[in-house]
């Protein structure tokens, strides 16, 4: 299956500070959705990504399609306690049905 | 996560027995996927159907594993006969649409499948 590389694996932060985690593939992506995971529940839907070099924000959420079309980016500025949690990348290539889904970033804000 | 629920949220079973998780989709949507996550990894994309119908089971194991998503009720994925390495949750997501009509997948809370 597709690999997707995400980076940084976790991230550790004082609150206030602002956030980047990106997400490489070696195949062209079509869509590129960023999701947030808390423990035990299922993945949230942040953003979604269309468009080659599309830029777009969801408050303090920003995620970027890269050109290539094989990475993404995704920003969250003035980080607070309640952006703790698993943030994903999923790719969709331009055939097929199925996402797939990066490893993860963890994220901890320290107060 | 409020519109795709899924049932149970946890589920223990001995090896050998069968497992059954259920999903019912946020209300307008007739695409239900099913992924697998173990602990610390992404999701696993495992099967993608349709009302009454199979469109892509490209990530399904080919032996214990099956799923259906009827006319009527919710979608099922059923294993068969566990083993300790079906422990992992069993996530379902739904859309409006087919994907490559770029409609994005919303998620349920899981199933945490725990196999003694």
């Known amino acids: 299956g597709q690999q997707l590389n995400q980076s940084p694996q976790s991230m550790f932060i004082q609150e206030g500070e602002d956030v980047s985690m990106n997400c490489t593939s070696s195949?062209?992506?079509?869509?590129w959705l960023w999701y947030k995971q808390d423990p035990g529940e299922g993945p949230v839907l942040l953003i979604a990504?269309?468009?080659?070099?599309e830029l777009t924000s969801n408050g303090r959420l920003t995620a970027q399609f890269g050109i290539t079309r094989k990475d993404s980016f995704l920003n969250i500025s003035a980080s607070i306690p309640s952006d703790v949690g698993i943030y994903f990348c999923?790719?969709?290539?331009?055939?097929?049905?199925?996402?797939?889904f990066g490893t993860g970033t963890s994220l901890t804000v320290i107060p | 996560n409020a519109g795709v629920m899924q049932n149970p949220r946890h589920l223990v079973r001995r090896r050998g027995q069968e497992a059954r998780l259920r999903c019912s989709p946020m209300?307008?949507?007739?695409?239900v996927y099913w992924y697998r996550q173990l602990p610390e990894e992404g999701l696993k994309f495992m099967v993608y159907?349709?009302?009454?119908?199979?469109?892509?089971e490209s990530g399904m194991p080919k032996e214990r594993f099956s799923a259906e998503f009827p006319k009527e009720g919710p979608s099922i994925l059923r294993i068969q006969q566990v083993v300790r390495g079906d422990s992992a949750a069993y996530f379902c997501?739904?859309?409006?649409?087919?994907?490559?009509?770029?409609?994005?997948?919303?998620f349920g809370d899981g199933t945490r499948l725990s196999i003694l």
């Open positions: 990504l269309y468009k080659a070099g």
């Open positions: 999923a790719g969709q290539l331009r055939t097929g049905n199925q996402f797939y």
């Open positions: 209300k307008g949507h007739s695409h």
């Open positions: 195949s062209i992506f079509n869509t």
């Open positions: 159907l349709q009302k009454e119908n199979i469109i892509d």
């Open positions: 997501a739904s859309s409006y649409r087919q994907v490559l009509s770029n409609q994005p997948q919303h």
